[in-house]
């Protein structure tokens, strides 16, 4: 009979608690477990599920429609496969695009923006399985391009081509996350290619914070694809296409088939 309708709060009640003699009411922390959590034995949410409610949210999110939202099966996949699930706690206001960003580091994907709808394509190129689900990556090449496709770039060569070295490319990748195990203090892994340190020394990069991400396999996972990632996409290739080729999408696959004379 004396319970208030205030929307979106909750509230704790003990009979008989003890206050204490102190002048005060100490303080109390309390785990909170979402509607959105994976499971009663998995607390964090799928972070397909957290994309979701940013974006088409009309209280707490762009409040756009679903439609305007691309297929995210494949993101899904990957993290379910590899079993990626967070538990973020948005208190401040911030623009959802780098929420979104980080987010979609989280989950090792791209985001882009194509036939109005906000996209997600994960980085991956290995299969996986775990947690009730499969991750195939997408590796045939959509188009097939040869020299014929290219469009000349002034006096220059039609294809550009920046290698990073090899001395060059870090090998020491730190990820803080909030440890569940710890009462959610920050905690941090590390990921080393040990081969590299071996030649060329230490070459950390920037500690990366994702306290989105309560376990530390989770965090242990992000830093070590960090590493791949960092000793596998060393090439960059740059030329022009035609018109013919103005559906490509960021992220799509291509083969190109160049032999510079």
């Known amino acids: 009979s004396r319970a208030l309708p205030y929307r979106n709060l909750a509230y704790v009640a003990k009979a008989s608690m003890d206050l204490g003699s102190g002048g005060s009411v100490e303080k109390h922390t309390f785990e909170v477990k979402s509607l959105t959590r994976v499971s009663d034995a998995q607390p964090d949410a799928r972070v397909e599920t957290v994309i979701t409610a940013l974006v088409t949210d009309v209280v707490d999110g762009l409040g756009l429609p679903a439609a305007r939202l691309g297929d995210l099966t494949p993101l899904a996949n990957f993290c379910a496969a590899n079993g990626i699930f967070i538990s973020p706690v948005y208190e401040d206001q911030k623009e959802a695009k780098a929420l979104l960003a980080t987010l979609a580091e989280i989950a090792q994907c791209g985001m882009l923006w194509s036939d109005s709808r906000l996209k997600f394509v994960p980085y991956s190129d290995t299969a996986a399985s775990g947690n ?80 989105e991400i309560c376990l530390g396999t989770v965090a242990q996972k992000l830093a070590d694809f960090r590493r791949d990632r960092a000793a596998a996409v060393r090439n960059t290739y740059s030329f022009r296409l035609s018109l013919r080729w103005d559906r490509l999408e960021v992220m799509d696959i291509v083969a190109l088939t160049y032999a510079p004379e």
């Open 132 to 211: 009730g689900a499969t991750y195939t990556p997408s590796s045939e090449p959509i188009p097939e391009l040869t020299e014929d496709d290219l469009l000349p770039r002034g006096d220059g060569p039609i294809v550009r081509i920046k290698r990073k070295g090899v001395g060059g490319v870090k090998n020491h990748f730190q990820v803080k996350y909030s440890d569940r195990a710890n009462e959610y203090n920050a905690a941090t892994v590390e990921s080393k290619d040990l081969g590299a340190i071996e030649r060329f020394g230490v070459l950390s990069a920037d500690v990366e914070e994702f306290p």
